[in-house]
């Protein structure tokens, strides 16, 4: 079966020498036989070997994936192909992003010159990020970049513009994603947690040199939030948190700044749902966690007071400034965990 490679024409197989006098010969002992060696001389054959056939690539080969792609590849990629191989690439090698961004980037630049190139790009890495959990991060960070380097910049939209359509094509149906079968609903928690990232990571420069978040997202994700939340099952509340743990301080600090007070609310809805809705006991815990955690300004350590002033009563923070301890297991635990607060005051009684 053919590997998609042109190989070099096979070679006639060698055939064996006819049986001469030599094969009558005596045996001798190794010094002699190592003074005289005797050779069989086969018979000459004719190579089919051109000089012009093309160069062979064991089944399997794998270069490079920068040399992959060289000039004068006659197998020379599709964009799909050569997108895809790049992003799977970035999937199991997420540390070459810095190094093999610019040539990525630079290649795009002499290949995607069409509108419909520029779509096909965008729907690529908006299905990469969102069919694979591990990519969301990297995706958010390889849309960024290509937002300030590709130079097309089409009537339909540059690729953030487009980028961002393709988005608000997922967030039109959110309130039927959130109530949808299990499928709809993995698929839209997908999109959402990319949303996430793409709010964090996506930089946009203003006139003068500044950089800011888009806040198209920012309000996108007030509505996300509503939906999962109007719709109390397990999945759709874990994605919530998942969502708040990602986005939560920034997105309060950005509410703030408008004297919006959105981050109150959602975490007063959030309170409602432990109170009300018919959600896993697992499912409650991780909520009142969330609600902790906000409370604690997101983990954020106050520098308003020293800590050998900190108490647990006047610092939120204040457990969060203890070392981390480890189980025989190696699970993390702090004094924040109120099953290992025996095992702490142990610890602490022995200093």
């Known amino acids: ?145 290509l937002s300030h380097h590709l130079t097309i910049s089409p009537q339909s939209g540059n690729f953030r513009q487009l980028l961002l359509q393709r988005c608000r094509t997922e967030y039109e149906v959110k309130d039927q994603a959130a109530k949808g079968d299990e499928v709809t609903r993995k698929r839209f928690h997908a999109f959402v947690l990319f949303l996430g990232e793409l709010y964090l990571n996506l930089e946009i420069k203003g006139t003068n040199g500044q950089v800011t978040r888009a806040d198209i997202l920012q309000v996108g994700l007030r509505e996300l939030l509503n939906a999962l939340l109007s719709n109390p099952m397990d999945d759709n509340l874990i994605c919530a948190v998942k969502l708040l743990k990602l986005t939560g301080s920034v997105l309060e600090d950005a509410w703030k700044e408008k004297g919006k007070t959105d981050m109150v609310e959602i975490i007063q809805r959030i309170e409602n749902v432990v109170l009300d809705a018919n959600c896993s006991r697992d499912v409650k815990q991780m ?27 006047n610092d939120p923070n204040y457990f969060m400034n203890e070392p981390t301890f480890y189980t025989s297991d190696g699970v993390p635990f702090t004094a924040a965990d109120p099953d290992t607060s025996m095992i702490l005051m142990m610890r602490w009684t022995l200093k």
């Open 1 to 145: 079966m053919s590997d998609g490679f042109d190989r070099a024409p096979e070679q006639t197989k060698p055939q064996r020498a006819p049986p001469s006098s030599q094969d009558n010969i005596p045996q001798q002992n190794s010094e002699s036989v190592m003074a005289k060696p005797q050779v069989v001389v086969a018979p000459v054959l004719m190579s089919k070997l051109s000089v012009n056939a093309p160069e062979f690539y064991p089944s399997g080969y794998s270069s490079n994936y920068t040399e992959s792609y060289e000039d004068g590849c006659e197998d020379y990629p599709t964009l799909a192909e050569y997108v895809q191989d790049f992003l799977n690439h970035l999937t199991e090698q997420p540390g070459s992003f810095e190094t093999e961004i610019e040539q990525f980037a630079e290649t795009l630049n002499g290949w995607v010159t069409t509108d419909d190139a520029l779509q096909e790009l965008v729907e690529l890495i908006y299905q990469q990020a969102t069919s694979i959990p591990n990519f969301s991060y990297m995706g958010a960070r390889l849309c960024n970049y």
């Open 287 to 313: 909520l009142l966690k969330l609600v902790e955690l906000r409370s604690s300004n997101w983990g954020r350590v106050h520098v308003t007071s020293t800590y050998r002033e900190a108490t647990p009563e």
